[in-house]
């Protein structure tokens, strides 16, 4: 069975400083990995995405993942977060032709000026 | 561009009234579609799923059904809402299968 494992459901860290949020997949098969970030009674929108392939995958705002498939992970970094950062943010598993993805429980990160 | 639509916003409904959530995909042919809902707190359960008009596969039972009446269109309906289903609704599409891209939402509060 696939399932994803965000350990973290609340992050907090000062603006100006990096991140990391942790995400944990387990999938048979071949794994297509993706971030999504939601704001505030808003959506989710998917911040980047990892097809087989190069393990380090860029998303918007200067966003980037590392596929690990040794560790089953895929956890995100950021080298400088902003304010505007503050949301939450939803890991997530699936591959080609599934149409029922895993998501994580989301982690909410928290911005401090 | 592709544009994904949900209405309405915002409803307030009663106890055993029914409801209808529609979602509508622009700039995409054929997509996949699909139904989550989010409870606070934020855990996503996806609910259907439609990879052609006219058909649904239900993920689980909430007491909720789905219709695909046109290729862009994706209804949510109950005849009889529960307290239960208060929260909120995400419309999203793929092609597929891959990666999701996900509508506004709509915030439903049941009284």
């Known amino acids: 069975a696939q399932s994803v494992t965000q350990p973290d459901a609340r992050v907090t860290v000062s603006e100006g400083a990096s991140l990391q949020l942790r995400c944990k997949y387990s999938?048979?098969?071949?794994?297509?990995l993706f971030w999504y970030v939601q704001y505030p009674r808003q959506g989710l929108q998917l911040l980047l995405k990892?097809?087989?392939?190069?393990?380090v995958v860029q998303g918007v705002n200067g966003f980037e993942a590392e596929f690990s498939k040794s560790n089953s992970s895929f956890h995100l970094r950021k080298a400088s977060v902003h304010w505007s950062d503050w949301a939450v943010y939803f890991c997530?598993?699936?591959?080609?032709?599934?149409?029922?993805?895993?998501f994580g429980k989301g982690t909410s990160l928290v911005v401090h000026p | 561009a592709q544009t994904i639509h949900q209405w309405p916003v915002a409803e307030i409904k009663a106890v055993g009234s029914p409801l209808s959530l529609g979602c509508t995909i622009k700039?995409?042919?054929?997509?996949?579609l699909y139904w989550y809902w989010q409870a606070t707190g934020g855990t996503l359960q996806q609910l259907f799923y439609?990879?052609?008009?006219?058909?649904v596969e239900s993920v689980v039972q909430l007491n909720l059904s789905a219709s695909r009446p046109k290729d862009d269109q994706f209804i949510l309906s109950t005849e009889k809402l529960l307290l239960s289903h208060s929260g909120f609704y995400l419309c999203?599409?793929?092609?597929?299968?891959?990666?999701?891209?996900f509508g506004p939402g709509t915030r439903l509060t049941v009284l």
């Open positions: 439609s990879i052609t008009v006219g058909q």
């Open positions: 997530a598993v699936t591959s080609g032709g599934n149409y029922k993805p895993t």
């Open positions: 700039g995409k042919s054929s997509p996949n």
């Open positions: 999203a599409w793929s092609l597929w299968g891959a990666e999701q891209y």
């Open positions: 990892y097809y087989p392939g190069d393990p």
């Open positions: 999938y048979f098969g071949t794994p297509y």
